[in-house]
């Protein structure tokens, strides 16, 4: 798969979550919050480490963070939850509390997880 056609379906399938976390769920506003979050943090990781955009990199991590959290049991402490960023937490508890709903829509929009786990977002979109 060519990196442009991995980046539009990240950007689909990123689209169809929030749509879903939005909508489809008692908590309403799911979706944007946790977008919101990662945009800012990409807003500071994009001027310290002076490459890509706010939109791709918030995109990028908003399907890393879920795809750790399917692949990892919780395993934060309170001692530990510190030194770990908030996005991560957040993704950990949409996964914990949505499951069904985030693997029914990467199995639905057909998301080439192994594929995407081949890249880091630098080597996506900053080379």
């Known amino acids: 798969m060519k990196k442009t056609q991995l980046q539009k379906h990240i950007t689909k399938t ?31 990781d994009c001027k310290f480490f002076e490459s890509g955009t706010v939109a791709t990199q918030s995109k990028f991590f908003f399907l890393s963070n879920l795809i750790d959290a399917i692949e990892r049991e919780w395993n934060y402490t309170s001692k530990s939850v510190i030194h770990i960023a908030p996005p991560a937490i957040y993704a950990e508890s949409i996964y914990l509390n949505y499951a069904d709903l985030v693997n029914e829509t990467l199995e639905k929009m057909e998301f080439p997880l192994q594929e995407f786990k081949k890249f880091s977002y630098r080597e996506l979109y900053c080379e």
């Not at 909508?23 to 919050?33: K, L, S």
């Open 14 to 44: 990123v689209n169809r979550l929030l749509y879903r976390l939005n909508n489809e769920t008692c908590g309403g506003d799911i979706g944007n919050r946790y977008m919101k979050l990662l945009k800012d943090q990409a807003k500071s």
